[in-house]
């Protein structure tokens, strides 16, 4: 079965400064930051979601502004979605155990299933076009889901909702062996 893949954008009052005049994608806006907000986003792309959904986001840290879980609530019951994550390099998010604490204690295990991509047991996913790396690492759990959903918090950075989605799909979505690799642009992924 083919992979879909379906991005949500949440931007809130920073994202209709003209960021996207020169792109031809559509973009969709809600200024309902709620569940009802995100769930009128979802039922604008009009897609058929086929077989396992895996819903990623970010569990956070401690001491981490995160996406409240209240607002995947309606996503993860009608898609039958797992939210799932990576661990990071370092800190209080390098372990599975410690990310899914992350995960218990911003409400994320209350609202559906929450899984850790694994480091130890991964698959290498193939890349085309990369001008450095042929292949994108993650945990064996990524193989499980028929369709993926990316739903990320917009950060202050330049391109806001560009860049948070092609690091949550990127980089978030990697394993720790993963993330390396997407750090150093090793050779041994340039085979």
Known sequence: M???FLLFFMLIAFASAGIFAQNQSIVY???NVSSAGL???YRALNQKIEGSVGIKVSFGGPDEEVLQPELLRDLVRTTGGTMFDGNGLSGNR???EMNLSHARRHGFT???KCVMVSDSDY???PLTGGNLLKYARTGKEFAGFDTLISV???RLHMLPAFDGNIKNISLCLANRS??????SGCRKSRA
């Not at 993963?178 to 750090?183: A, E, F, P, T």
């Open 2 to 4: 083919k992979k879909q």
């Open 94 to 96: 390098r372990t599975s």
């Open 123 to 125: 698959i290498n996913l």
């Open 39 to 41: 769930m009128k986003v």
């Open 152 to 154: 990320f918090r917009v």
């Open 110 to 112: 209350e609202i559906g």
């Open 178 to 183: 993963g993330k390396c690799i997407i750090h």
């Open 29 to 31: 806006f809600t200024r």
